[in-house]
């Protein structure tokens, strides 16, 4: 991108922001900004609940005749696939320093139990997602790679989502995660792979890094294996890491595209952006802790997610946001490529 171009979209931003500004005014933008630390504690503690309860939705299915058993446990995984895309969705809330208004507890509680269960940094994933905050809407976009290629066709989107669902997805995420702690690959969590020079390093120095950077979130992964161990139920970690590899990955896809998949590609967050439409269902698999309000986490992206139904609300009186649509709506957008070549 050249010097005019990037001028250009600075002042497009900037343009943006005083707009945003104008319509809501400085004390409101102010009162948005509002955190607070209990909010964050009772966030992780019910994200935690609601796992809890999904592991005894387990235990419960295994006194239960087959039929039945086998319902309550895909319900279950669910329930843990959802409530661990909730986890990265908190550990997101702490990297804008939005889930605590105690900037401690943002950088370490959230690590400990929300971000390393899941293989996530709260630091890493900062530097990474403050490059897509400011670059949304163009190509220089760091997670450009999760929305591009879009639309496609039913059949692809078909293919995608089952890779999800079986856990071919997950198993590359997870070679991924050892790939990038090792320091093979530059750490991201988009998809594209930016390979790092070797330097004359063996595998067994490769090895010993990832051990070195991936250390706390194998100590939380063992810690959840004892604790469950010690209930008598180890079988339950099974269910997490099941529910990690396939719904969770599931889930998470459809909420990248929901973001970001054939917007408009421009610097004004309103227009770069797409806030979704979510029921009680959707809340509960891939819209937690109010991430579908995404157009309004991008115009003031450090307010609390419980803020953003309220600056939603204020955007729609001033007709500055459409409403929002569906994500089965979402999902014929971004797979219309056939019915718009028909």
Not at 4 to 28: N, V, W
Not at 222 to 237: G, N, S, T
Request: aromatic share 12%.
């Amino acid at each position: 991108m050249s010097e005019q171009d990037l001028f250009a979209e600075g002042l497009q931003r900037q343009s943006a922001r005083r707009k945003l500004t104008e319509l809501l005014g400085e004390q409101t933008i102010k009162d948005l900004h509002r955190r607070s630390n209990w909010m964050g504690l009772w966030s992780i503690a019910s994200c935690w609940g609601a796992i809890a309860i999904a592991f005894g939705m387990i235990v419960w299915a295994q006194t239960q005749v087959p039929w039945l058993a086998v319902a309550t446990i895909i319900v279950a995984l669910a329930i843990l696939g959802g409530r661990q895309l909730g986890l990265a969705i908190l550990m997101h809330e702490a990297s804008h320093r939005a889930l605590f208004e105690n900037v401690w507890l943002n950088d370490n509680l959230s690590n400990w139990l929300c971000g390393h269960i899941i293989f996530l940094d709260v630091e890493k994933y900062r530097k990474h997602h403050f490059v897509h905050h400011a670059k949304t809407g163009t190509s220089d976009d760091i997670d450009y790679s999760l929305i591009r290629g879009f639309p496609t066709s039913r059949a692809s989107l078909v293919r995608k989502l089952s890779r999800d669902f079986f856990g071919i997805t997950g198993f590359k995420n997870l070679i991924g995660v050892y790939l990038m702690n090792a320091g093979y690959v530059k750490w991201t969590v988009a998809s594209d792979i930016e390979k790092l020079p070797r330097n004359g390093r063996s595998h067994l120095d490769y090895f010993i890094n990832f051990l070195r950077e991936a250390w706390p979130s194998l100590v939380a992964n063992v810690i959840l294996f004892i604790l469950l161990w010690a209930i008598d139920h180890p079988e339950l970690y099974l269910a997490w890491f099941v529910a990690y590899l396939s719904p969770y990955l599931l889930f998470t896809r459809i909420r990248a595209l929901a973001e970001h998949a054939m917007t408009e590609q421009c610097p004004d967050m309103l227009k770069n952006t797409r806030s979704t439409k979510a029921g009680p269902i959707a809340r509960a698999l891939f819209a937690p802790f109010r991430v579908n309000y995404h157009i309004e986490h991008h115009a003031l992206a450090s307010i609390p997610y419980w803020q953003l139904p309220k600056l939603h609300k204020l955007l729609r009186e001033k007709n500055a946001v459409p409403k929002p649509p569906g994500y089965w709506y979402v999902l014929k957008l971004v797979s219309s490529k056939d019915l718009k070549a028909a």
